[in-house]
């Protein structure tokens, strides 16, 4: 996994040096925190990269479940799994 890189910069930057702060996340692939006196606030960070994150996380959470539902029995043999999908596409 690839660890991005932060910066921290204060709210007037934000304000005052959008387009700055925009390439910075676009082109240099950077997360930008924005402090409020001092103090973390916000984040700024490219769409494509947080699409990416976004579907990084859904992913796990998704794992998460799966491995919750083999820890506590949830399971069926696969076979029966793809019976199961096979009735339902027929049904539907």
């Known amino acids: 996994m ?4 932060e910066t921290i910069r204060p709210s ?3 304000r005052n040096h959008y ?3 925009s390439k910075q996340c676009r082109e240099d692939n950077e997360v930008v925190i924005i ?3 001092g103090r973390g606030d ?3 960070m490219a769409y494509e990269e947080y ?3 976004k579907a990084r ?4 959470e998704i794992l998460a479940e799966a491995e919750d539902d ?4 949830r399971v069926a043999p696969v076979c029966e799994t793809f019976d199961d999908l096979r009735n339902l596409l027929r049904e539907g």
């Not at 996380?57 to 796990?60: K, P, Q, V, Y």
């Open 2 to 5: 690839l660890a991005l890189q």
């Open 12 to 14: 007037a930057d934000l």
């Open 19 to 21: 387009n700055e702060i």
């Open 35 to 37: 402090t409020v006196n």
């Open 42 to 44: 916000t984040v700024s």
């Open 51 to 53: 699409k990416r994150m």
């Open 57 to 60: 996380i859904e992913l796990l």
């Open 70 to 73: 083999v820890k506590n029995g």
